[in-house]
């Protein structure tokens, strides 16, 4: 699944369209709203389709604002401490195996022992724990780039 931005009366190729897919998304529009949360309150539903988004001078407004992070380097700064949290966010028990690492015959799901018919976990290969879902989220400067190029020139957005 992703997330279509549409630019609302676009004046240039950039301010056309922006897409992200959910998992980049969601730390894209958390970061937006963080560094810039009185732009950003006019959309209140930054994590689903609804349509909402910004007018024409809070987009550029927040395209501003992205970038004057960017420039300064505390997007880069933000982006290397978003990836050192998830890096240290500790496993999660599999919860197809129930952190044993071996699975009962198909079509039965849960945990059971090799020796009894078991086979091994093909969630976490047999090793009992997988990465937590929020280390899935990736957060880079260049998609803060991208999104604040689009706002420039989209004329306000519809997260679609």
């Not at 389709?49 to 395209?63: E, I, S, T, V």
């Not at 501003?64 to 966010?89: K, N």
């Not at 999660?92 to 078991?118: Q, S």
Request: include cysteine; charge should be negative.
């Amino acid at each position: 699944m992703g997330m279509d931005i549409c630019g609302r009366n676009p004046t240039g190729e950039p301010g056309q369209y922006f897409r992200n897919n959910v998992w980049w998304w969601h730390p894209l529009a958390d970061y937006c709203t963080t560094v810039a949360p009185d732009i950003c309150a006019a959309c209140r539903y930054w994590h689903s389709n609804d349509r909402d988004g910004l007018d024409a001078a809070d987009a550029f407004a927040l395209a501003e604002a992205l970038q004057r992070e960017i420039d300064a380097g505390r997007t880069e700064t933000y982006a290397r401490r978003y990836a050192s949290d998830q890096e240290l966010m500790p496993d999660e028990p599999c919860n197809i195996c129930a952190g044993t690492g071996m699975r009962t015959p198909r079509p039965h799901r849960g945990a059971d022992a090799l020796k009894e018919g078991g086979i091994k976990c093909n969630k976490c290969q047999g090793a009992g724990y997988v990465r937590p879902w929020a280390s899935h989220y990736p957060f880079s400067t260049e998609n803060v780039a991208a999104f604040a190029a689009f706002l420039r020139e989209s004329g306000g957005f519809s997260i679609l």
